[in-house]
């Protein structure tokens, strides 16, 4: 069996396995970066929990998903980013392709939630809209962006070390998808950076369950103040 042929066979096992939709529930669930036991998860699926056990037996199988045991409890967590960059792309190609687009997600997280580790739906649409026309960053070669010198001040006064993030493993800044906008958002160490900044300075918080975020009065005044936000409907 050659490369290609053993590749092709790989990525249907990949795609019938995230095809079946208390597995699709699942990995969804795990998108915000957190973990989950099985019995959680076979609740969010909406399956027993001898099926929970199974489905994720399978994924962990494919290198999906990640098991962590802590005495005797057993979490799951997606096993990494570029999993939930996969997820979030066939959200986009998922849905009705028509002239006109209307999202069917719900209100709330269509406009804020999280993207694995990064911000996304309308909050983090207009911020990455806002750094792109103050020239904070652009696209080079291809899916990248880099900063402009404009973007190294305004993140260092915002708290972020471009520095230290450059050095980290991963990407360090690019256009993600949003699949309830349609339209790009910030992914990378940098969109990661600023979603926890702004949730340190409490001008955003989480859900307590699930992916939602909301912005407070605090964080729509400073996205107003420090990148020039309309941030009149962010509520």
């Given at each position: 069996?050659?490369?290609?042929?053993?590749?092709?066979?790989?990525?249907?096992?990949?795609?019938?396995?995230?095809?079946?939709?208390?597995?699709?529930?699942?990995?969804?669930?795990?998108m915000d970066g957190h973990a989950r036991t099985?019995?959680?998860?076979?609740?969010?699926?909406?399956?027993?929990?001898?099926?929970?056990?199974?489905?994720?037996?399978?994924?962990?199988?494919?290198?999906?998903?990640?098991?962590?045991?802590?005495?005797?409890?057993?979490?799951?967590?997606?096993?990494?980013?570029?999993?939930?960059?996969?997820?979030?792309?066939?959200?986009?190609?998922?849905?009705?392709?028509?002239?006109?687009?209307?999202?069917?997600?719900?209100?709330?997280?269509?406009?804020?939630?999280?993207?694995?580790?990064?911000?996304?739906?309308?909050?983090?649409?207009?911020?990455?809209?806002?750094?792109?026309?103050?020239?904070?960053?652009?696209?080079?070669?291809?899916?990248?962006?880099?900063?402009?010198?404009?973007?190294?001040?305004?993140?260092?006064?915002?708290?972020?070390?471009?520095?230290?993030?450059?050095?980290?493993?991963?990407?360090?800044?690019?256009?993600?998808?949003?699949?309830?906008?349609?339209?790009?958002?910030?992914?990378?160490?940098?969109?990661?950076?600023?979603?926890?900044?702004?949730?340190?300075?409490?001008?955003?918080?989480?859900?307590?369950?699930?992916?939602?975020?909301?912005?407070?009065?605090?964080?729509?005044?400073?996205?107003?103040?420090?990148?020039?936000?309309?941030?009149?409907?962010?509520?």
């Amino acid at each position: 069996m050659d490369a290609i042929e053993s590749g092709d066979i790989g990525v249907s096992k990949v795609a019938a396995a995230i095809a079946e939709p208390a597995r699709t529930r699942m990995l969804c669930a795990l998108m915000d970066g957190h973990a989950r036991t099985s019995t959680e998860l076979a609740a969010i699926a909406e399956v027993s929990p001898s099926t929970a056990s199974a489905h994720l037996a399978r994924l962990k199988s494919l290198t999906l998903v990640n098991l962590h045991v802590q005495g005797r409890h057993r979490y799951y967590s997606l096993a990494d980013r570029r999993v939930a960059t996969v997820l979030e792309g066939l959200m986009v190609i998922g849905q009705d392709q028509r002239p006109t687009f209307t999202s069917n997600a719900p209100s709330r997280l269509r406009l804020a939630r999280t993207c694995y580790d990064h911000m996304a739906g309308r909050v983090a649409v207009d911020i990455h809209d806002a750094g792109v026309q103050l020239g904070w960053w652009r696209e080079q070669q291809g899916q990248d962006y880099c900063l402009g010198e404009c973007g190294e001040r305004g993140l260092a006064e915002l708290g972020i070390d471009v520095p230290r993030l450059r050095e980290a493993r991963r990407k360090f800044a690019y256009p993600c998808l949003d699949w309830s906008m349609r339209r790009m958002h910030l992914g990378g160490a940098l969109g990661a950076a600023i979603l926890d900044m702004a949730i340190k300075r409490q001008w955003m918080r989480r859900d307590l369950e699930g992916r939602g975020l909301s912005v407070t009065r605090a964080g729509r005044q400073a996205f107003a103040r420090h990148l020039g936000c309309d941030t009149r409907e962010w509520q």
